[in-house]
């Protein structure tokens, strides 16, 4: 039976879809033989908390980090598929972080989170071993991993961590998803199975929101209704006087192809704010 959220929260809607995951691989393959990457380092104990590290190239002094949760509707996907972001960062001179966590429904919607605070905390305080500085961490993350930075850029939950409160020094959500009651009400949720609980918990669109960093709030121009919705609101629920906020719209990109041809894109202008953002930009 068809359930009302069920087109929004598919990639029904991507032309070529195939094509285009077979493009997304072959970058990621393209960019694991590239660049030279430090992989599976654990973060923590259990199944899925591993990251793999992209060190900068041509940084003589240690070099800001961009910390990547990949998206996948918390069930799916690994760091090694988002490898292809290397391309738009490495080169530049900054190192990129790519997390892998555990998936529902074998853990819950608490755990997954909780291990990437502890990605977050592990980076921080292992990142100079790498050539990364402690003090530049910036993150980013798509689709799931958007609704994950959001998480982890909340100051009360960042405080939590034990990190200080400015350890986080810039964040880009791309193509998140800031309420999950909708996912409820289509199929992604026969997998998921998520509660009123986590509904309620997890959902910063339904709660007060109190930003620790500038973001960046970004999304595809292709992308389905529900997502334009959640993110025209997520900007405006995260605006407060502190830090900038700001809605960017990646034309022409849909819900894959935001990360291959935008954010991975050193010429295109999602990048390019993402790297100003990381003070490598004037």
Request: charged fraction near 20%; glycine fraction near 6%.
């Amino acid at each position: 039976m068809l359930r009302d959220m069920d087109a929004q929260f598919s990639l029904d809607s991507v032309s070529n879809l195939e094509t285009v995951f077979e493009q997304r691989q072959a970058a990621a393959d393209a960019a694991l033989a590239r660049f030279a990457v430090h992989r599976k380092l654990p973060y923590g104990d259990g199944p899925g908390r591993t990251l793999n590290i992209f060190p900068a190239e041509g940084a003589d002094d240690p070099a800001p980090v961009q910390f990547f949760i990949h998206g996948g509707f918390w069930r799916s996907l690994d760091a090694d598929l988002f490898s292809f972001l290397a391309r738009g960062f490495v080169p530049f001179g900054a190192m990129l972080v790519v997390i892998d966590y555990p998936l529902m429904p074998q853990t819950r919607l608490s755990e997954l989170v909780e291990a990437c605070r502890q990605a977050l905390v592990w980076t921080h305080a292992n990142c100079a071993n790498y050539g990364g500085d402690p003090s530049r961490i910036f993150i980013s993350g798509n689709s799931a991993g958007g609704h994950l930075v959001a998480e982890l850029a909340d100051r009360p939950l960042l405080l939590r961590s034990g990190l200080a409160e400015d350890a986080i020094k810039g964040v880009t959500a791309v193509s998140g998803i800031y309420d999950i009651e909708p996912v409820t009400r289509s199929f992604q949720d026969d997998f998921l199975s998520l509660t009123p609980e986590e509904v309620s918990a997890f959902s910063p669109l339904r709660r007060p929101y109190d930003l620790a960093a500038p973001m960046i709030v970004t999304l595809g121009g292709d992308e389905t209704e529900e997502f334009h919705r959640q993110s025209e609101l997520f900007a405006r629920h995260c605006h407060q006087e502190k830090y900038p906020v700001s809605l960017e719209i990646a034309p022409r990109t849909n819900h894959i192809t935001v990360l291959t041809e935008a954010l991975a894109e050193p010429e295109n202008e999602l990048n390019r704010s993402v790297r100003r953002q990381m003070g490598l930009l004037a």
